[in-house]
Nanobody, 122 residues
């Protein structure tokens, strides 16, 4: 059973940075497509960033140029570096994984973390 545990959320002022981490319980970083999603207040969960099995990256338009997804295979950990944060980035951030080399925003991800809260004040 794969378990994903996010950390690194917190409260920052607009323009600040946070780095989210997602630690996997088993070795999946190299063999799974992984991503970060978020649920903003009053909205449905949305995709933020993806990294597929080939290492190709995808970003939501709203975070391009500000967020960077990366992974450390040796540590079995996924990261999301968030810079130039805006109040509208506030919400709960989740990491997710799906077996396979390719994935998209709407793929049926079977593995989800519990979420970490990000709060950006103006």
């Amino acid at each position: 059973q794969v378990q994903l545990v996010e950390s690194g959320g917190g409260s920052v002022q607009a323009g600040g940075s946070l780095r989210l981490s997602c630690a996997a319980s088993t070795y999946i970083i190299g063999s799974h497509c992984m991503g970060w999603f978020r649920q903003l207040p009053g909205k449905e969960r949305e995709g933020v960033a993806l990294i597929n099995g080939y290492g190709a990256l995808s970003y939501a338009d709203s975070v391009k140029g500000r967020f960077t997804i990366s992974k450390d295979n040796a540590k079995n950990t996924l990261f999301l570096q968030m810079n130039s944060l805006k109040p509208e980035d506030s919400g709960t951030y989740y990491c997710a994984a799906i077996n396979g080399w390719l994935c998209g925003w709407s793929s049926d991800y079977p593995y989800w973390g519990q979420g970490t809260q990000v709060s950006v004040s103006s």
